[in-house]
């Protein structure tokens, strides 16, 4: 008998779980404010955390900036279901762990009744919403939320402040063999390789090739549509950049804060402007200003 998707009974949806919680820089709520502050022995870890390693060197950044900023995000806490008149961590264990670090005694924290469905919906989507996250890593968090809580693309996108694109396209790179997913973990391939070898048969042995030759996204779209025919030596090896080239790169991308890349063809002096955008609200930034 196939095993229907998590549904919880409650009338509340993704959005009004996200209502108090502001996880990641694209959504443009205002930041929540703490309804009280408790001791930080009080405190406890969700044992179902799905995040389970948290960087030390990242943990000592935040120590330092609670030192001296204090701690700007309140916790979102529920009452502990095991410990009378203790408190579960639902977001924020990271800024939990610095805050021990730094010695603090008392934390800011919104308290929300909520159950254990809800508390593990919202431990995946913070750890989605962290900008360290690998594109598997991401990707694996939008699958959990559809397969243990029926929400489709459309639901995600639209509660997270996401493109629908954007998520299909990172769910895609979940059906690619574990082996090259593997070198998608460990940083050898790019998001963009990665979704180029997509619908290649052999995408294993490509990603191989790719990396041993050190191809960039372009040409392993080349190398995957030809079904891994060898490049021709025009197409596989591209002249370094000159130096004009690269420092007017530079001034674009000081200028839009953007990552800019220009395709400049000696022989026929024609080139290509790429811009890249991490938002929709950069997007939309860009589009301003070109159209001044």
Known sequence: MTKKPMRRNLGRGLSTLLADVDLGNNRPTQRPVADSTVP????????DQPRRFFAESDLEDLANSIKTKGIIQPLIVRPNPNIPE???????ERR?????MAQVHDIPVIIRELDDTEVLELGIIENIQRADLNAVEEAVGYRQLMDRFGHTQEKLAEALGKSRSHIANLLRLLTLPDEVISYLKEGKLSAG???????????AALA???INKGLNVRQTEALAKSGGKQLSTKRQLQPPKDADTRA???????????KVSIDHRQSSGKGEVRISYSTLEELDELCQLLSR
């Open 248 to 258: 007017i790169e530079s001034d674009l991308s000081a200028q839009l804060r953007l």
């Open 96 to 100: 939990w762990r610095a805050a021990q």
């Open 86 to 92: 203790q408190y579960q961590i639902v977001a924020g």
């Open 193 to 203: 390789h990665a979704r180029a070898l997509v619908p290649a048969t052999n995408p």
């Open 40 to 47: 930080i022995e009080k405190l406890h870890a969700n044992p």
């Open 208 to 210: 191989r090739t790719v």
